[in-house]
């Protein structure tokens, strides 16, 4: 079975900077994307930054230029720098990857168990 195991959150005064990494383990043959997803207290949870096995990137409008997405493929591991950080960004951010059990199998989703993040004002 995979898991994502995020770490990382925490409480940062707004304008401040944190760092989230999510690492996969289990039976995974194949990843094909990984990304940060955040929920806020009465609203959906929704993308913040994802990126592909081969690099490519994609940003909430709200985080571009604030957040850099990056992983380690090697490591099976993903990161979200979060520069300039806003009281709106408080959220929990959960870690997500579309990725294959088998060579031959399709791929799902799969999500962390969440990590917090509080900014202050």
């Known amino acids: 079975q995979a898991q994502l195991v995020e770490s990382g959150g925490g409480l940062v005064q707004a304008g401040g900077s944190l760092r989230l990494s999510c690492a996969a383990s289990g039976s995974i043959f194949r990843i094909n994307t990984m990304g940060w997803y955040r929920q806020a207290p009465g609203k959906q949870r929704e993308l913040v930054a994802s990126?592909?096995?081969?690099?490519?990137?994609i940003y909430a409008d709200s985080v571009k230029g604030r957040f850099t997405i990056s992983n380690n493929n090697a490591r099976r591991t993903v990161y979200l720098q979060m520069n300039s950080l806003k009281a709106e960004d408080t959220a929990i951010y959960y870690c997500?990857?579309?990725?294959?059990?088998?060579?031959?199998?399709?791929?799902?989703?799969?999500w962390g168990q969440g990590t917090q993040v509080t900014v202050s004002s």
């Open positions: 990126i592909t096995s081969g690099g490519s990137t």
């Open positions: 997500n990857s579309e990725a294959a059990a088998l060579w031959n199998g399709p791929s799902r989703d799969y």
